[in-house]
C-alpha cells in the first residue's frame, strides 16, 4: 500500500462521509455508502458477516462500545479502491488498536469492511462487549461457506 492521494473520487467522498459519521458519532448514512452484498469480516469470527444490513448493524454497535476512538493514518491502495485506517480506542478499561480495512466498488460504495485488533486483551474485551450486545442477531448474517469434500 502506498500512501497516496489517489483515491477514486467516489470511494474518496464515501470516505469522508465515513469519517464525519464517525465524528458525529451517528452513523445513520451508513446505508447510503453500502452495497447491498458488503461483508464484514470481524477480527473475533472466522466467517464473514454478509449484507449491507448486518455491516450497518455491526458498525453502528462497535461505534457505541469503542471510548475515546482516534483515526490515526491512512494508506491507499495503487488501485485507488482501498484504504486501511488505523486506529485507537478503549473497551471497558482495555486499549487497543486496530486496522480498519475498507474495499469499495467503483461507484463508491463499501464492498468488503475487515477490523484487525491487537493486543488479545483489547479484543477480549470488544469481543465480550459486541457478544453481549449482537449475540442474538449476528448468526443470521453469517455467510454459508461451502466444507471442502462437500
Do not use: C
Not at 11 to 19: F, N
Not at 44 to 62: D, G, Q, R
Not at 100 to 126: C, T, W, Y
Amino acid at each position: 500500500m502506498a500512501m497516496s492521494p489517489n483515491l477514486n473520487p467516489q470511494a474518496a467522498a464515501s470516505l469522508a462521509l465515513w469519517h464525519e459519521m464517525v465524528a458525529q458519532q451517528d452513523l445513520g448514512r451508513l446505508p447510503s455508502i453500502l452495497r447491498d452484498d458488503a461483508v464484514f469480516r470481524s477480527p473475533m469470527a472466522f466467517k464473514p458477516y454478509v449484507s449491507a444490513t448486518a455491516v450497518n448493524l455491526i458498525l453502528t454497535t462497535v461505534l457505541q462500545v469503542f471510548k475515546d476512538f482516534t483515526y490515526h493514518r491512512t494508506l491507499v491502495s495503487d488501485d485507488g479502491l482501498n484504504v486501511v485506517l488505523e486506529f485507537s480506542a478503549t473497551v471497558a478499561d482495555k486499549q487497543l488498536k486496530g486496522i480498519d480495512m475498507i474495499r469499495f466498488d467503483e461507484d463508491g460504495k463499501i464492498v468488503d469492511f475487515e477490523v484487525m485488533v491487537r493486543p488479545m486483551s483489547g479484543l477480549q474485551a470488544l469481543g465480550a462487549e459486541m457478544g453481549a450486545r449482537l449475540a442474538a442477531y449476528l448468526p443470521a448474517y453469517k455467510a454459508q461457506m461451502s466444507q471442502p469434500g462437500q
